[in-house]
């Protein structure tokens, strides 16, 4: 069994339920893994979730506050904001100990094991930071505190499995570890979940499963049209917001900068031409629960570009392109925010929820009805990247 180690940035970065975490989890109660998150990745990663829930949740309470401000006299809305008002004051009061307990139940439910802090490593910790040794990049970097305490975690596993695998994205702290013999290093989990025996474990499990033949169903063109119908004819979400049009993608979610022509910065997708859809292509589908498949989807789409440019490269475009770009203001130092509709390549996901665990003849007879209301068969679409072509 490998014993397996996630750093922080990587649960922040995967979550607790996206495509890839979803196939560790997998592995970890098919007993192929034994996965260990440090007390201090655990208390960041929540702290941050709690923090991030609270904000978001008095951007709403603050935005309401605006409405009820422009309102001139007491009025039925006024009223009825006021009590959503509170009920934002209920949903922040309860965030902390929901977040806390969905982490708890995901722990149980997939066999996670938390390595407990201990008190004893902060001699060795502190010792290092005056020092500059270990994971510190120089002497009394305190940034490297936090570091250098999950390294402690590390090392105390270590002495009692022997070898480790370690998924982080540190660039510092990754090459600390790639130093240290019987440990190996992976970027994500993606990039270990393509290790050939957790490939074929994963091939296995579908095999004894008896999901292979729906795998190939999805993943054939019959059904990709399907889904190409459902898609466009039928409310779909992006990371839980209803609508296509709520897409909006920005920094390295962004690729192909260079095609815009100018020297930009700031880029932005959004407002997506629905009815643009085309080359819809399912690429692989795996299998994440009993009722649950992961499709890897790509297509086509005009979507608005946002960017910034300086005044020479706007008078360049309007002067030698016959693109229709628009000039949506100049700041003072002469920087013009733009915007121009393209055409993308998006790349992303779609979770397929399969109701009622209906077998492959019941899913081809329903495929018609792909996220239509009552339909056995709903879908989430997450677009994570796009290419301007």
């Known amino acids: 069994m490998i014993t397996l180690i996630i750093d922080t940035n990587i649960l922040h970065q995967e979550g607790l339920y996206s495509h890839n975490m979803q196939l560790l989890m997998r592995l970890s109660l098919a ?3 034994e996965i260990y998150i ?6 960041e990663f929540l702290t941050k979730k709690v923090s991030y829930s609270k904000d978001d949740v008095q951007k709403v309470h603050n935005g309401l506050s605006s409405i009820i401000k422009r309102l001139k006299n007491k009025s039925t809305l006024s009223s009825s904001i006021i009590d959503i ?14 977040i806390n307990k969905e982490f708890d139940v995901w722990v149980l439910n997939h066999k996670i094991n938390i390595i407990p802090f201990d008190i004893n490593c902060m001699n ?5 930071y005056f ?17 250098a305490i999950i390294n402690s975690s590390i090392m105390s596993l270590k002495k009692e499995k022997g070898d480790l695998t370690v998924i982080l994205k540190d660039g510092f702290f990754k090459k600390h570890l790639e130093k240290i013999q019987n440990i190996y290093v992976f970027n994500s989990i993606k990039e270990f979940l393509h290790e050939k025996d957790n490939e074929n474990k994963l091939e296995e499990l579908d095999y004894l499963s008896k999901i292979n033949a729906i795998k190939e169903y999805l993943s054939s063109d019959n059904f990709t049209k399907k889904m190409l119908d459902g898609l466009i004819k039928h409310e779909c979400e992006i990371e839980g917001l209803e609508g296509l049009e709520c897409l909006c993608l920005e920094d390295d979610s962004i690729s192909f900068i260079d095609k815009l022509g100018v020297d930009s910065f700031g880029e932005r997708v959004e407002h997506p031409q629905i009815e643009t859809i085309d080359n819809f292509l399912i690429n692989n589908a795996e299998y994440l629960t009993e009722k649950t498949f992961s499709l890897e989807v790509e297509f086509t789409m ?5 960017y910034c440019i300086s005044f020479i490269d706007y008078g360049y475009l309007l002067k030698n392109t016959n693109r229709e770009v628009v000039d949506d203001g100049m700041n003072s130092e002469g920087i013009h925010d733009v915007s121009e509709e393209r055409d993308l390549k998006f790349t992303g996901y779609i979770e397929l929820y399969i109701h009622n665990n209906l077998v492959l003849e019941e899913i081809k007879n329903q495929n018609n009805r792909i996220g239509a209301k009552n339909s056995p068969l709903q879908y989430l679409l997450e677009v994570e990247h796009a290419n301007i072509l």
């Open 38 to 43: 440090p007390e201090l990745v655990k208390r």
């Open 131 to 147: 020092l500059g040794k270990g994971v510190y990049r120089r002497a009394k970097s305190r940034e490297d505190i936090p570091d």
């Open 31 to 33: 007993d192929h893994v």
């Open 124 to 128: 060795t910790v502190m010792d290092e």
């Open 85 to 98: 008002q509170q009920s934002c004051r209920n949903i922040e009061n309860c965030i902390e100990e929901e």
């Open 302 to 306: 005009t979507a608005t570009v946002n």
